[in-house]
């Protein structure tokens, strides 16, 4: 089993979490960011995009393609409820994590990366290259640049983003609530949407703002350790709408 990731991808910290969970041994494989759509091509990937996973010869890509190829192979512990209704709560919050929530969050780190480069190298501790980090860290600026402009992270996009926070960590929030996350067994949704906001906890912009909410203790219960830290980067004024405190009714 070889998993194939990025330094620093919350999709693939997804599937490492699932892996873990079921208790699967995997070998990490990190690829440089840019060149990896070329590279999961030449390595026999139908597509571009990583987590990609090789399970003797079977390729998997994607975190709800690979969630679904885990449950094949081993159904225990499982990563979706039984219950037909429960699933598909499961499932609609999964979907939600991969569609709405996963690329936002993408977008303002790496923007704010861009604006603090001496950032990059806390984001690469950990990562299997191939090669010491010292080798890797004089590229990764221009790597993290051009990641920034392929995945559209434009001020004026990141301004958006960062305007639509409170209203994601909102719904994470209600999905707590509601028990569809962070219930005592946990699954699919709960790997998808935790890496997310576990990622955006890295910024010391927004890590006040959401690790004293339900949302930050759950990303923590579920991602406890993770490379990278940033210096603020995001202006004040974009941070007015966010609110530290717990929703009235989500505790």
């Known amino acids: 089993m070889t998993l194939y990731t990025l330094p620093g991808s919350h999709p693939g910290a997804t599937a490492m979490l699932m892996l873990k969970y079921k208790g699967i041994p995997f070998k990490r494989r990190d690829l440089v ?24 010869g079977v390729k998997t890509q994607r975190t709800r393609e690979i969630a679904r190829e885990l449950e094949r192979m081993q159904p225990e512990p499982p990563l ?9 709560a499961v499932e609609e919050a999964e979907r939600w994590g991969d569609e709405e929530l996963q690329h936002p969050i993408r977008q303002i780190v790496l923007w704010s990366i861009v604006k603090q480069k001496s950032a990059i190298r806390s984001y690469l501790e950990g990562a299997k290259l191939g090669l010491p980090i010292g080798l890797a860290a004089p590229t990764a600026p221009l790597i993290v640049t051009i990641s920034a402009r392929m995945n559209g992270a434009s001020e004026e996009q990141v301004r958006e ?34 890496t997310s906001i576990r990622l955006a906890m890295t910024l010391q912009d927004l890590r006040p703002l959401i690790e004293a909410r339900p949302a930050g203790e759950f990303a923590k219960r579920v991602q406890p350790e993770i490379a990278g830290d940033c210096p603020p980067a995001l202006p004040a004024a974009w941070l007015e709408n966010i609110t530290a405190a717990a929703p009235a009714g989500t505790r």
């Open 161 to 194: 983003d960062v305007e639509m926070l409170e209203g994601l960590l909102g719904h994470v929030d209600e999905l707590i609530a509601a028990g569809t996350i962070n219930g005592a067994e946990l699954n699919a949704a709960d790997f998808q949407i935790a």
């Open 33 to 56: 960011a840019v060149l990896s759509k070329s590279i999961l091509r030449v390595l026999g990937f139908p597509g571009n995009t990583v987590p990609a996973m090789n399970a003797d």
């Open 80 to 88: 979706f409820p039984s219950d037909a209704e429960k699933r598909a």
